[in-house]
């Protein structure tokens, strides 16, 4: 099979040429496909069948040992002048950038099958989405793409229909740490990984293209490409407002995007409504809003600290078609990890026997990958071309001390740099010692794939004449009192938070102005 | 999940150190400046306005 687009074509003859597979798989994404890629997998050993009874169509992946996360020091953006991609970014100039990573790819695919995957992040027929082509020889990569995008035979055609599409070039390569890299070529819209198979570095459309070369589009066109999850609220009038949030890691961003209301809430009517849990693209549309869609198809989460009480829709998903990476098992074979329940697994990631107090048995990135239409506060809306229309934008951080629970920024230059200044506080509990602060602006320190400076610039100019634009706030759910204990619960009570800024959307509710920003009334907290 | 919130713990959590904002808000100036002349003025002007509202840093003892 080829493509009716001639430079799709041509690439994937070069690509062929400099790799050497024995043999090209253009993928179409079919049920079918994915049963042959499936036992594929489970002959060599990637994957394992789990408990069968209790998780049907759900695999066991384990990675090799020393690729266990994204590696932000061996990822490059390599645009022809250092000061594009900023000191936000490690540069390599891109002549030099091929040279090195060209050299590596050479014969890398030797004995094995190149797979050609075709794939539209965001619905299918939106304006907003983009499309891609990822290359690589893996099919675990294949079956997660299957579920964290729209891939095969339709985001083809659209990409036949465009003529145009970001090139990502991907090889495990042999796995080798001092062999590894992730490259970025945003002027040629074009990714290079090689060396690492774990998600953030092999799933090209999530981290690398959504985000880093996403970035770079969005500002030559016009929109925002942005590390944010995006949630509906509806309130019991039936009104639902959607809220797009940017959080640094292990602060609950998932956790946010599935929030179950506090019993109170459910009674009264409220319903909370997931459209992505990690990745927001927002366009201006014609009446002035900002329309966002969630570029990814699935979810792509951290397994350990998933439990029925901080995210039961996440575990309500989790038990059908689910892909595993490097979680534990239990004795009949289920998997289980950190946070789950009070079961001891039999094997820990590696897939050695568990010893008890030997340290964690599933990986502490350990994740899942599962289609988002499995989640239970899934959302139809999640496929409408136009997006769904953002009426708040939350940043947020970790911060022991100083940080209010929420405030909200008092226009929309003071909520660029409120998200600008956005940072999380590390305590090095053994000394003592104050926490010391690191700044994430926007939570896209490590995604944005141009110059920081150059980005706080982008996002100043949607402040046009005609534009409503969403309100701005701040969150931090990790204030502690000065007994060293969390002040707020957090969770479901977070909707609490979320309510009070809907309620200033509409212009329903007062705030006290403070110097740093605007902030609830003391009553609205309290219950 | 219901949980109250006292009003102990929402003052806390309400509370506004503006001692310490000062602070932060020079550490916001020097991180603004690490993207040099990129960084949009209007932003550095956004938080010298807030930065002036709020108390003077006191001068570190050398």
């Known amino acids: 099979m080829t493509s009716k687009l001639a430079t799709l074509n041509q690439w994937v003859q070069e690509v062929a040429a400099l790799t050497q597979p024995d043999r090209i798989h253009w993928c179409d994404g079919s049920a079918a496909e994915l049963q042959v890629l499936t036992q594929l997998m489970l002959d060599r050993g990637d994957l394992q069948a789990l408990n069968p009874e209790t998780h049907p169509d759900c695999y066991l992946h384990r990675s090799h040992p020393s690729d266990v996360a994204r590696v932000e020091h061996l990822t490059f953006v390599c645009t022809r002048h250092p000061e594009d991609a900023g000191p936000n970014n490690n540069w390599m100039h891109p002549t030099e950038a091929h040279a090195e990573i060209d050299a590596l790819f050479a014969g890398c695919m030797k004995g094995r099958t190149l797979y050609v995957i075709p794939y539209c992040m965001g619905p299918i027929d939106s304006p907003i989405a983009r499309c891609g082509v990822e290359i690589t020889d893996s099919p675990y990569v294949v079956a997660n793409m299957r579920l964290m995008t729209r891939m095969g035979d339709a985001a083809l055609a659209r990409i036949e229909r465009e003529g145009h599409f970001v090139r990502g070039l991907h090889s495990i390569g042999d796995l080798d740490p001092a062999r590894r890299f992730i490259m970025h070529f945003p002027e040629e819209l074009t990714i290079k990984s090689i060396g690492s198979g774990y998600g953030g570095n092999a799933l090209l459309g999530k981290k690398c293209h959504a985000l880093r070369i996403g970035s770079w589009q969005a500002r030559s066109e016009g929109w925002l490409a942005e590390h944010m999850l995006i949630v509906g609220i509806e309130n019991p009038q039936g009104e639902t407002h959607y809220i797009a949030a940017a959080f640094p890691s292990a602060c609950g961003k998932t956790n946010l995007a599935m929030l179950i209301p506090p019993e109170g809430y459910r009674e009264a009517g409220w319903k909370v409504w997931t459209i992505g849990d990690d990745i927001c693209w927002m366009s201006p549309g014609e009446d002035g809003r900002l329309w966002a869609i969630n570029p990814e198809a699935g979810f792509f989460g951290v397994a350990p600290g998933t439990g029925a009480k901080t995210n039961a829709n996440a575990l309500a998903m989790l038990n059908r078609e689910a892909i595993f990476t490097n979680v534990a098992v239990t004795a009949d074979n289920q998997p289980w990890w950190e946070g789950l329940d009070e079961r001891v697994p039999t094997k820990d990631w590696k897939g050695n026997d568990y ?173 | 999940m219901d949980s109250k919130i006292s009003e102990h713990a929402v003052e806390q959590l309400l509370h506004i150190d503006e001692h310490g904002w000062a602070r932060e808000f020079e550490a916001i100036a020097d991180y603004l400046d690490e993207f040099g002349t990129h960084t949009p003025a209007r932003l550095r002007e956004e938080a010298a306005r807030i930065a002036a509202q709020l108390p003077s840093v006191e001068q570190k003892v050398a």
């Not at chain 1, 141009?450 to 969403?470: E, I, M, R, T, V």
């Open chain 1, 355 to 527: 010893v008890p107090g030997s340290g964690p048995a599933a990986h502490p990135n350990s994740r899942f990958t599962v289609a988002a239409k499995r989640c239970p506060s899934w959302t139809p809306k999640a496929e409408d071309a136009r997006g769904v229309p953002i009426s708040a934008i939350v940043f947020g951080g970790r911060r022991e001390s100083l940080v209010p629970l929420v405030f909200e920024a008092r226009d929309w230059t003071h909520g660029v740099l409120v998200g600008a200044s956005m940072a999380s506080e590390t305590t090095a509990a053994a000394t003592g010692a104050v926490g010391v602060v690191r700044r994430d602006s926007m939570a896209m320190k490590p995604f944005c794939g141009y110059n920081f400076g150059d980005y706080f610039a982008h996002w100043l100019s949607f402040d046009q004449a005609g534009a409503k634009l969403p309100k701005i706030f701040h969150v931090n759910w990790f204030r502690k009192g000065s007994d060293g204990k969390f002040l707020w619960p957090g969770f479901g009570d977070n909707l609490r938070v979320l309510e009070w800024m809907l309620k200033r959307c509409e212009g329903r509710v007062e705030a006290v102005d403070t110097p740093v920003g605007q902030l609830p009334q003391r009553r609205r907290l309290e219950s």
